[in-house]
């Protein structure tokens, strides 16, 4: 906040009562400039790290209610969820609550002495949205509607298609995990890479997940990898892929899902081998948080009626499976 500074001394007054007028009329432009400022510096503050999908349902429903309900202001912080997951795990960044997507950043979180157990709040599937103005919009309308396979339109020259880094955002993984099981499930060896190019190394598909959608929209990108509940909130047209393809059943992961992995180089310069999880979000209290009652009440409410029909609203499936552990 910028506030203004008199000088010390003007003409015959003595320095006391200018800089008492000085503060008082900081004090009241700053009151003018930024109305409520006070009663918000007041508020106890709110600290959720989320995935960065989930950036529509905290901001314009959740933070909201939870603002209202517990009298916090909420702040929330978007990004891919392994990303944040080993921020948080090195104590770079803190947070009241983490919601990730899949179990994997919640481990990393488990195994950094930061969370004791997870719930399951919401699930969503992979799907493949597409711009409703691009070039190639009328090919990606008939794939949605049946008329050709979807995949054939990705692999035509010229297509420009997003998604996330594998190393830092389950959803990056996940579009890897979808092609590969799509190569398996149309018995089309080599689609995966035809498609994608290098897993994790092709610049010209991959983005940070808060952006992508964002540059779908503006027509940067043709189609983009996406959660169906992301890409609702966004109101993007997307074309529905097969339960064999989309993993959005935990009831196929052992027989089915498991069968594909691809590997990655970790941020520890080590490579990982990479395995299918449940498109499942969690939600965990840190140990280290700051506003403990707050983050109780928000994982609640996530998990109230209230919270599954916000959920719904933003196009998220229901809550799948049992707590982590």
């Known amino acids: 906040m910028h506030r203004s500074r008199l000088p010390a001394r003007a003409g015959r007054f003595t320095a006391a009562p200018v800089l008492a007028f000085a503060t008082a009329a900081a004090i009241a432009c700053a009151a003018l400039l930024v109305p409520g400022s006070a009663a918000q510096a007041a508020q106890p503050v709110l600290s ?4 960065g999908s989930m950036g529509a349902v905290m901001d314009q429903a959740l933070g909201p209610r939870i603002h209202h309900d517990a009298g916090v202001a909420f702040q929330g912080r978007g990004a891919g969820a392994y990303g944040l997951a080993h921020l948080l795990a090195a104590r770079q960044i803190r947070a009241d609550v983490f919601v990730s997507i899949t179990p994997g950043p919640i481990e990393v979180l488990r195994k950094a002495g930061l969370v004791e157990r997870a719930v399951p709040v919401a699930s969503t599937q992979m799907v493949i949205a597409y711009s409703p103005d691009g070039p190639h919009a009328k090919q990606f309308r008939e794939a949605a509607q049946g008329g050709m396979p ?13 998604r996330t880094d594998p190393a830092t955002d389950p959803q990056g993984r ?34 940070s997940e808060p ?28 074309i529905k892929l097969p339960e064999q393809v989309n993993l959005s059943d935990p009831s196929m992961i052992r027989d089915w899902y498991s069968k594909v992995h691809f590997s990655i180089t970790g941020p520890d310069g080590k490579p990982m081998r990479l395995s299918t999880q449940p498109l499942v979000f969690y939600a965990a ?18 998990q109230s009626p209230q919270g599954r029909r916000m959920f719904h609203e933003f196009g998220y499936g229901a809550p799948k499976g049992g707590e982590l552990h």
């Open 174 to 207: 996940n579009i890897v995990f979808a092609m590969l099981l799509a190569q398996d499930y149309y018995k089309l060896p080599g689609l995966a890479s035809r498609i994608l190019g290098d897993y994790q190394h092709n610049t010209a598909q991959i983005f």
């Open 285 to 302: 209290v840190l140990k280290n948080a700051q506003n403990p009652r707050a983050a109780r009440e928000f994982v609640r409410l996530m």
């Open 48 to 51: 959720v790290a989320y995935a």
């Open 211 to 238: 952006s992508l959608l964002s540059r779908l929209q503006s027509g940067q990108i043709d189609a983009s990898s996406g959660y169906q509940s992301a890409v609702i909130s966004h109101k993007l047209p997307y």
């Open 150 to 162: 979807w995949y054939k339109v990705l692999e035509q020259p010229g297509v420009k298609f997003g």
